[in-house]
């Protein structure tokens, strides 16, 4: 099972696909993959809420280009039609016909005299068409939006002094302009409220006869088709719950979603964000606001996930540990903290995924986002390991370390050691580096200013590669052996010396904080190695060579004790120069070496996931007695039983 597992699929335009497996799963009692069972069906439910979001013409767009695509008999190698169906599979990556992440609309290759011919072969009971609407009409009304470059071209519009409501194709307002949006929710502020909810978040604003009016999406509301079958199968959820706050959560949210009422999300936010015992957790709702450029409008998502035992047995291990780990650390013992706790990271499988976490998503969530609760609540916070790992085991044959990485014999290090490593730095890096050391008593925690975000992920950064290399992680059992940790040390200066230019626009600076304390790392070690760490040249292509990983680490340990003393002491000076002088320039010769070789592995610079089909067995008694993952459904399949099984809209 675990060989045949194909994590790549198929690759369109700039887009990969990839598959995610439900480690574990099987393990899950009948009751629990119930629920994860009926938690994704409430997930896929939302699909059609997210693509209207999206664009107003979106859903009538794609349901005419399925029924062209499902129907089409002539022979479908012909060039417009392949194109058709890369537009369609574009369609729907991102919900709608715009980029799902530049919201730029996408550009046809196929011509218009093609698709109305198509058009004009189908039925109409087959064509979404409004009641009385020719397929003329409906040509009419949607083929400037589809191939006038000019009509509604980009999604979310940001640039200052354009009306950005007007500009953008969101489908969040209608016949109001930004000035009056801004209005209407200022309105509704009340600036001594402590307890603010997030105003306009579940709704459309609309103008009326000359009156501006809020559509709530919910049930008898706007969206009601959806969100009631969304409700129908959260109620079932409800009955299989692992225990009563679950159930509590699960109550609340149907509870907004048939009132709409805005401070029932937030006290639905609350009590989610103190669940924390069971093992399978959801989210499901009007979550981020990126799809609004006023940042209002909530766009739907789904996600279901439960959580790793196995890794979270990682992450407990490393923090029942961090007392001994600070104590250990090379840095001055002023700086140590005295009593130290480790913070336990949650790391989740996901086992769906939904409107806008579909098909690309996040590889971590951290919410609520309304900032009262955060403050007064603190937030949830997860990492997905099975996404993760289906990028990293993704990348192994793509030929990126074949590229960039020097010998056989170090490629071999990381093809073995690679993912562990990786995982293991970023869980010392997250549950310790972070919360390790403390600053002097007088010192101001701001006192590093533009530079105090490069120094304080550098200090969490060496402390992980300090500790990666150090016997007591073999002895602690997460890694199986003292040369494991080479691979880490080796990707990390690839990474901070070469390979990260490639996310970088030639002429450009660093600017980002992550990969400002990556170069500042690989490039002070190198300075200070004494050959321990070389930059060298073969057949005209630039490679690191690490000739002394020992002594490699007792660079890291050095620079740590500095970057901690900086941080310790808010010495601004120090750190406007070490960062000014390490992690700020780039190389342009190498930056164009590396971009050129990047280039020619040719890679996909976007990725998303194609979903498991989950297949619920029934008992005789017509209960469900197991659930089965099929990972074999193709892209074009699932997205048409989506439009099919959940095209409620
Ligand atoms: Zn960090």
């Known amino acids: 099972m675990q060989q045949s597992f194909n994590y790549s699929d198929e690759r369109f335009a700039d887009l990969q696909l990839l598959r995610y497996r439900l480690n574990g799963f099987e393990n899950l009692s009948t009751q629990k993959k119930t629920l994860v069972f009926y938690l994704a069906k409430a997930t896929l439910a939302g699909r059609d809420i997210t693509t209207d979001q999206f664009g107003k013409y979106n859903l009538r767009i794609r349901k005419a280009l399925e029924a062209v695509y499902c129907a089409y008999k002539d022979f479908r190698d012909q060039d417009e039609f392949k194109s058709l169906e890369i537009y369609l599979k574009r369609v729907w990556f991102s919900n709608g016909i715009y980029h799902h992440y530049g919201c730029d609309k996408f550009a046809p ?201 196995e890794a979270t047995k990682r992450t407990q291990i490393i923090c029942e540990n961090a007392q001994w780990f600070e104590d250990n650390s090379p840095i001055d013992q002023h700086f140590r903290k005295p009593v130290v706790k480790g913070v336990t990271a949650n790391v989740v499988c996901a086992a769906m995924l939904g409107g806008d976490e579909y098909p690309s998503t996040a590889i971590g969530i951290n919410l609520p986002n309304a900032d009262w609760i955060r403050a007064r609540y603190g937030s949830k916070s997860v990492t997905i390991g099975n996404l993760t790992d289906a990028y ?138 004494k050959g321990a760490v070389l930059m060298v040249k073969r057949n005209n292509k630039t490679y690191v060579l690490i000739n002394n990983y020992n002594a490699l680490r007792q660079l890291f340990a050095t620079l740590l004790a500095e970057i901690q003393r900086i941080k310790s002491e808010g010495d601004f000076t120090a750190a406007r120069q070490i960062v000014e002088r390490y992690a700020v320039n780039v190389d342009t010769d190498l930056h164009r070496e590396v971009i050129a070789r990047y280039k020619h592995l040719d890679l996909a610079p976007f990725k998303g996931f194609i979903n498991p089909w989950m297949k619920p067995v029934y008992g005789d008694d017509g209960k469900i007695i197991d659930i089965e993952i099929d990972y074999t459904e193709s892209y074009s399949h699932q997205m048409l039983r989506y439009s099919n099984e959940y095209g409620l809209l």
């Not at 290090?413 to 549950?431: F, Q, S, W």
């Not at 990969?515 to 190695?529: F, Q, T």
Request: charged residues 25%; proline residues 4%.
């Open 392 to 529: 990293n085991k993704e990348s192994h044959n793509n030929g990126f370390k074949e590229e960039f990485v020097i010998d056989n014999a170090t490629r071999s290090l990381i093809e073995h050691y690679g993912d562990l490593c990786d995982d293991l730095h970023t869980d010392l890096h997250e549950c310790l580096g972070h919360g390790s050391g403390h600053l002097m008593p007088s010192v101001n925690p701001d006192a590093l200013k533009a530079y105090g975000n490069t120094i304080e992920e550098a200090r969490a950064d060496l402390f992980g590669l300090y500790y990666i290399a150090d016997p007591k992680i073999v002895e602690l059992g997460l890694l199986p052996d003292n040369d494991a940790y080479k691979s880490q040390y080796y990707t990390y200066m690839m990474n901070g010396l070469v390979t990260q230019l490639t996310r970088i626009k030639l002429g450009n600076k660093i600017e980002e904080a992550h990969m400002r304390n990556r170069a500042l790392i690989a490039k002070w070690v190198i300075e200070h190695s």
């Open 109 to 309: 290759k196929f011509s218009e005299s093609f698709l109305y011919n198509e058009i004009q072969k189908l039925e109409p009971s087959m064509l979404p068409l409004r009641d009385g609407e020719t397929r003329d009409e409906f040509c009419e009304e949607i083929f400037p939006v589809i191939f006038n470059p000019d009509v509604l071209p980009k999604r979310v519009n940001k640039d200052d002094g354009e009306d950005l409501i007007m500009t953008s194709a969101c489908n969040f307002y209608e016949d109001v302009i930004q000035e009056e949006v801004e209005t209407y929710y200022a309105g509704k502020k009340n600036a001594l409220d402590t307890e603010p909810p997030s105003w306009g978040l579940n709704s459309k604003l609309i103008k009326r006869d000359g009156k501006i009016e809020e559509v709530i999406w919910k049930s008898n509301g706007l969206y009601n088709n959806a969100i009631n079958v969304i409700v129908y199968w959260l109620r079932k959820a409800k009955t299989v719950v692992e225990n009563n706050q679950q159930g509590k959560v699960i109550q609340l949210l149907i509870d907004y979603y048939c009132t709409g009422d805005l401070k029932l999300f937030d006290e639905y936010s609350i009590e989610w964000l103190n669940e924390q015992d069971g093992q399978i957790d959801f989210i499901n709702g009007f979550i981020e606001v990126y799809g609004d450029p006023l940042g209002l409008k909530g766009s739907w998502e789904g996600i279901v996930e439960y959580k790793d035992m």
